[in-house]
């Protein structure tokens, strides 16, 4: 006959007076951990005791009850209830729930206490963030759960925003498929439909780092430190309906603005009304942009304006600030240096009295009528107005051949020195004519259908970076008198001994500035761009531009090494270096005249030793690589990187590849072959060309990302790397 099973008893449960228990010396919690007595005890006293304690009764040393019960298990609950009693929020005699185990259990009371902290199971954080949704749900505001759980409101809103992620993700986290922190990572675009395409394409990837998930999500974004959205304002566009991403769980630098397309037409509408404004003043025409390419003031008379005078008020303000300033200077004239409080006070007494001297410029109102002025924005964000600009056929006839005489600017470097050759097209109310228009945009690069074949560089692209490579040219040639003699006068030699037209030469000798109508938006803010700039601007305050004699008195005056670094500079602005379009009929340059073009350059190059990576050009993701096909892709990366590095790239699609490439490629010194100098690369017959990889590392050297190695044998890439 089977044993009937036996039956299991509970221990029982009754209520009693806080002042007949004691804490148990075999509880075994002796470290604090978790929410601190305190928070317990608020949260008893708001909604109660939620557990019970456990409680053996205490015997005397014959082995009779005392009245009195121990807690081996629960002390926590015992200590934040005795909180209570000693903030007399709890009566001494309170009824405490209690379980009861016998005194003669065979389970010894750290049994107990143990089994009570190690059986419990910690609230998923998943449970815990659909919990704060329940209670809003509800009507609970998230200050009112923050108090509830003795948390900030800041995590109430991270948690509940975790809660928000797409439910399919949600998912995949509760399986533990995915980290909290990828998790997190993709609540900063709230597109459940984006979100999930997201994780689609990195779950079977390596590349599931937070950082990655967060770029993938807000690549079609602008950030809110962008000077577009500095100019506007995220107030707003926010006001216009745009949408800002916000990263609850690390620094954003402001957010993301997700819709570009209204940020650029608010950045429109700002810069038009400003031009609006502008016309008030009496110009013939205003040009707006939001971005001025570099050049575009070639051409362009700068009108002079006087600088207004200060007022009373204003002279008043600066004499006080001068003496303050002259003051403090005699007062710590004996010190080696000013402590550090009156260094401070004397920047900001300087600043000041510059702010006083820095007038706005008076124009004659006859020039204004027929000049005109720049509007657009500056690297920071702020609105950039440059007036004060003649176009050619705007000169009074009866004055053109003057000014042709005088040399007008033919610089145009950018900041507030020349001006362009654009044509307005829009006329305001007032009679000013204003061009409305952002930069020139590109069409956006798109996947195309590659076949893996080496195909020519698009020439617009070589354009662009020939572009490049003429800047440097001239900027190399403005620093190297002896370099720039030796051409002016290959160039006359050739000229007088040789029958030859001006475009065979990289060196337009008359001299004129050769425009680069085909760049790169960066060109201008490039390093060489600023070391031509700021040449020209030295020689430029120097210069009696404005008086003929004078200026021929200075020139006959200076000493040699002036002579020729003034002659270096003027001739560096003939350099002609562009490849361009060839017309097989006639018109522009011939095939014929474009190579000996080149090969002159090149000729140059190796005088002044130009180095390409040194000017600043890199291979970046906007400048070259999502312009060219993969196989150039790999074939950049393959020549800085290795053989093993360009495989580990080649089932990427062109996108991911250009970003990682860039990475890759950053300080490697590769270069494009129509940025190499002919020389160099065939040095030896296999020296390495300039920028060609010369700091190719070992395989074990190069760091690549974990992604780009996933889904291959550890073997195997080790083989693939050491190719």
């Given amino acids: 006959m089977a044993k009937a099973a036996q039956k299991i008893t509970l221990s029982p449960s009754r209520d009693i007076p806080f002042d007949k228990l004691v804490l148990s010396q075999s509880n075994v919690r002796r470290i604090k951990a978790g929410v601190s007595v305190e928070e317990l005890a608020e949260d008893i006293a708001r909604r109660g005791l939620l557990q019970g304690l456990n409680v053996r009764p205490m015997l005397d040393a014959d082995g009779v009850e005392t009245g009195m019960f121990e807690i081996p298990a629960g002390g926590r609950r015992f200590q934040a209830l005795s909180l209570l009693v000693k903030q007399k929020r709890l009566a001494k005699t309170a009824p405490i729930p209690c379980i009861v185990r016998d005194a003669a259990s065979d389970i010894l009371p750290e049994d107990d206490s143990l089994a009570e902290n190690m059986q419990r199971v910690a609230l998923h954080p998943l449970d815990q963030f659909r919990a704060f ?3 809003r749900e509800k009507g609970q505001g998230d200050e009112a759960i923050a108090a509830a759980f ?11 925003k975790l809660a928000s992620v797409a439910p399919a993700l949600l998912e995949v986290y509760a399986e533990d498929a995915m980290t909290l922190e990828q998790l997190m990572a993709f609540t900063v675009n709230p597109d459940h439909a984006r979100q999930v395409q997201v994780w689609e394409a990195v779950k079977n990837s390596w590349n599931k780092e937070p950082y990655a998930i967060r770029r993938m999500l807000t690549e079609a974004s602008v950030r809110a430190s962008d000077r577009r959205a500095v100019f506007v304002g995220v107030d707003a566009y926010e006001a216009a309906g745009g949408v800002v991403l916000r990263d609850l769980f690390q620094g954003d630098d402001g ?8 940020l650029d037409r608010l950045v429109a509408e700002k810069l038009q009304a400003e031009a609006e404004a502008l016309a008030a003043e009496g110009w013939k025409w205003i040009e707006v942009a939001t971005d001025l390419p570099y050049g575009y003031s070639h051409g362009l008379r700068r009108l002079a304006g006087d600088p207004a005078p200060m007022t009373d008020e204003e002279r008043a303000a600066h004499a006080t600030l001068l003496a303050k300033y002259r003051a403090l200077e005699e007062e710590y004239s004996g010190q080696d240096e000013y402590p550090e409080e009156i260094d401070a006070r004397l920047g900001q007494l300087e600043m000041a009295m510059e702010a006083l001297e820095q007038r706005p410029l008076i124009y004659d109102p006859a020039e204004v009528g027929r000049a005109g002025v720049f509007v657009t924005l ?3 964000g702020s609105l950039a107005v440059y007036r004060g600009y003649v176009r050619p056929e705007d000169e009074p006839r009866e004055e053109t051949a003057v000014q042709d005489a005088d040399g007008a600017d033919v610089m145009g470097q950018g900041g507030d020195v020349g001006v362009s050759s654009w044509k307005p097209s829009a006329t305001s109310a007032g009679g000013t004519v204003i061009t409305s228009g952002g930069q020139p945009i590109g069409a956006d690069p798109t996947e195309e259908d590659d076949d893996g074949a080496m195909k020519p560089l698009p020439e617009r692209l070589v354009i662009e970076l020939t572009a490049h490579r003429t800047l440097a040219l001239r900027e190399a040639i403005g620093r190297s008198p002896d370099v720039a003699l030796t051409l002016l006068l290959l160039k006359l030699v050739t000229d007088t001994f040789r029958t030859s037209s001006a475009s065979d030469s990289c060196l337009e000798a008359s001299v004129r500035h050769v425009y680069m109508s085909a760049q790169a938006p960066d060109l201008k ?3 060489v761009a600023k070391l031509v700039d700021e040449r020209h601007a030295a020689w430029e305050a120097d210069l009696p531009l404005g008086d003929d004699a004078a200026l021929w008195d200075y020139l006959t005056v200076l000493d040699q090494g002036s002579r ?3 002659l270096a500079h003027c001739l560096s602005f003939g350099i002609n270096a562009l490849h361009e379009k060839v017309n097989p009929y006639g018109a522009g340059i011939s095939a014929n005249g474009l190579t000996r073009r080149m090969a002159h350059a090149d000729l140059v190059a190796r ?20 312009r060219v096909p993969k196989a150039r892709i790999l074939e950049a990366v393959r020549e800085a990187k290795g ?17 990682e490439a860039e990475r890759l490629l950053k300080g490697s010194g590769w270069l494009p072959e129509v940025l190499r100098r002919v020389d160099l690369a065939a040095r030896d017959g296999e020296a390495i060309a300039e920028g060609q990889g010369e700091d190719a590392a070992e395989p074990e050297d190069v760091d690549l990302p974990a992604f780009l190695t996933a889904d291959l044998p550890d073997g195997n890439a080790s083989m693939m790397a050491a190719e």
Avoid at 255 to 262: I, M, V
């Fill in 378 to 380: 500056d690297r920071d």
């Fill in 133 to 135: 949704v329940a209670l």
């Fill in 564 to 566: 020729l670094a003034l």
């Fill in 525 to 527: 803010d490039s390093i």
């Fill in 643 to 659: 053989e093993g590095t360009a495989q580990l790239l080649d089932h990427l699609k062109k996108g991911e590849m250009a970003t």
């Fill in 607 to 626: 005088a002044v030793d130009l180095d390409m990576v040194e000017a600043g050009w890199e291979p970046t993701v906007d400048g070259y690589l999502n």
């Fill in 150 to 160: 003795f948390v900030t409101p800041q995590i109430v809103k991270q948690r509940l």
């Fill in 255 to 262: 957010g993301w603005l997700e819709d570009p397309a209204l």
